[in-house]
């Protein structure tokens, strides 16, 4: 759905990477005869990782392929309300250990801006019991975004 991440270059050719996102959420109210039940989910991908650019890019360059991975934690977070005559509410939160590979593209637009594209795939452990459908999120993914370069 969205995230942010900072990329530290090493190197011309190599940035260390920290990003925080929202792979997933997802909202539901169900009304039955004898009550009212709401739930909410949302999964919360936190990675550090590499983009290793291929080939080394020149000085000036605008556009620079790259490859990623990274590897973090998987936060689920999972809350309900239910009345049926009385409110219970429930909340609970779960963490799996995966990662992410990919490949993009950094497009210079001038010398501090840029868009990049990046499309990967995130490899994740089980939850031990589902978040919202789900007990796993593996899956690709595909982002568009805005960045400064200094």
């Given at each position: 759905?969205?995230?942010?991440?900072?990329?530290?270059?090493?190197?011309?050719?190599?940035?260390?990477?920290?990003?925080?996102?929202?792979?997933?959420?997802?909202?539901?109210?169900?009304?039955?005869?004898m009550?009212?039940?709401?739930?909410?989910?949302?999964?919360?991908?936190?990675?550090?990782?590499?983009?290793?650019?291929?080939?080394?890019?020149?000085?000036?360059?605008?556009?620079?392929?790259?490859?990623?991975?990274?590897?973090?934690?998987?936060?689920?977070?999972?809350?309900?309300?239910?009345?049926?005559?009385?409110?219970?509410?429930?909340?609970?939160?779960?963490?799996?250990?995966?990662g992410?590979?990919?490949?993009?593209?950094?497009?210079?637009?001038g010398?501090?801006?840029?868009?990049?594209?990046?499309?990967?795939?995130?490899?994740?452990?089980?939850?031990?019991?589902?978040i919202?459908?789900?007990?796993?999120?593996?899956?690709?993914?595909?982002?568009?975004?805005?960045?400064?370069?200094?």
């Amino acid at each position: 759905m969205g995230s942010i991440a900072y990329a530290y270059g090493l190197r011309e050719n190599v940035a260390v990477t920290l990003s925080a996102g929202v792979l997933t959420t997802n909202a539901s109210s169900n009304v039955e005869f004898m009550g009212v039940r709401s739930e909410a989910s949302t999964v919360v991908p936190i990675l550090v990782g590499l983009r290793y650019y291929v080939p080394a890019p020149e000085p000036g360059a605008k556009v620079r392929p790259f490859l990623s991975v990274g590897v973090g934690s998987y936060m689920g977070f999972d809350s309900g309300v239910n009345f049926d005559g009385a409110i219970v509410t429930e909340s609970r939160s779960e963490s799996a250990f995966g990662g992410r590979l990919g490949v993009g593209l950094d497009l210079f637009t001038g010398y501090h801006f840029k868009f990049v594209v990046n499309a990967g795939y995130n490899l994740m452990t089980d939850f031990s019991q589902p978040i919202g459908a789900r007990s796993n999120y593996n899956g690709g993914d595909f982002s568009l975004g805005i960045g400064w370069a200094i």
